[in-house]
Nanobody, 125 residues
Framework: QVVLVESGGGLVQPGGSLRLSCAASGSIAFISDMDMGWFRQPPGKQRELVAL???????RYSESVKGRFSISRDNAKNTVTLQLNSLKPEDTAVYYCAASTRVGLPTTRGAYQYWGQGTQVTVSS
């Protein structure tokens, strides 16, 4: 069982930054063995992948956040972080951390077995 808990969301002005963290716990919750993803779901829209970090070291970003967001992991602390820079109003969403132990690059929502409860990010002046 894997439990994921996100933190770090909030209200920020356009151009600002936030740092989201995801802490993993549970009986099989070593992120070093898992692929980790960050998704977001804007109001009234579908959940989308914004960044992923595989256990093998592969990192991918969606085109909409490339160059502005950065994903990193600390295997010793069992946490994964998403740094959000140059935020725009369209980045407003609930952000979710997710974990996958399945084979293959997890680029879709269905590839992830474990989810956090989400943290709200609001970008507004």
């Amino acid at each position: 069982q894997v439990v994921l808990v996100e933190s770090g969301g909030g209200l920020v002005q356009p151009g600002g930054s936030l740092r989201l963290s995801c802490a993993a716990s549970g009986s099989i919750a070593f992120i070093s063995d898992m692929d980790m993803g960050w998704f977001r779901q804007p109001p009234g829209k579908q959940r989308e992948l914004v960044a992923l970090s595989t256990s093998a070291g592969d990192i991918r970003y969606s085109e909409s956040v490339k160059g502005r967001f950065s994903i990193s992991r600390d295997n010793a602390k069992n946490t994964v972080t998403l740094q959000l820079n140059s935020l725009k109003p369209e980045d407003t969403a609930v952000y979710y951390c997710a974990a996958s132990t399945r084979v293959g690059l997890p680029t879709t929502r269905g590839a992830y077995q474990y989810w956090g409860q989400g943290t709200q990010v609001t970008v507004s002046s």
